[in-house]
């Protein structure tokens, strides 16, 4: 699966076609332009407040914003934890032992 961060989907939709500036998008959405600049660098995640905003102003979905999000965040996370530093609960089936150690 391949996914994108947020920021490199603003600038290939809107920030690049249309010729938006950081300044002028961080204006139209009230938030910092180093957060503008930093979600375009891929620096900065995108929060449930900057999706709302997005939402309004670009008209794209506020959960599409927060699905790109999460997808790429479980991306990268997936790539960074090693699956052998962590120990799995073995749960039974059976109701009166939940789990084995």
Do not use: C, N
């Not at 989907?9 to 300044?23: A, C, D, F, N, R």
């Not at 008209?59 to 997936?78: I, K, P, V």
């Amino acid at each position: 699966m391949i996914t994108m961060h947020p920021g490199e989907y603003l600038s290939l939709s809107y920030v690049e076609p249309y010729k938006i500036s950081s300044t002028e998008l961080s204006e139209r959405l009230g938030l910092p332009e180093q957060t503008i600049d930093g979600l375009l660098k891929k620096e900065v995640e995108l929060t449930a407040e900057m999706a709302v905003r997005f939402e309004l102003v670009l008209g794209r979905s506020a959960e599409s914003w927060l699905g790109m999000q999460t997808d790429h965040s479980l991306m990268q996370a997936r790539k960074k934890v090693d699956p052998g530093t962590v120990r799995p609960f073995a749960f039974s089936s059976r109701q009166d032992s939940v789990w084995q150690a």
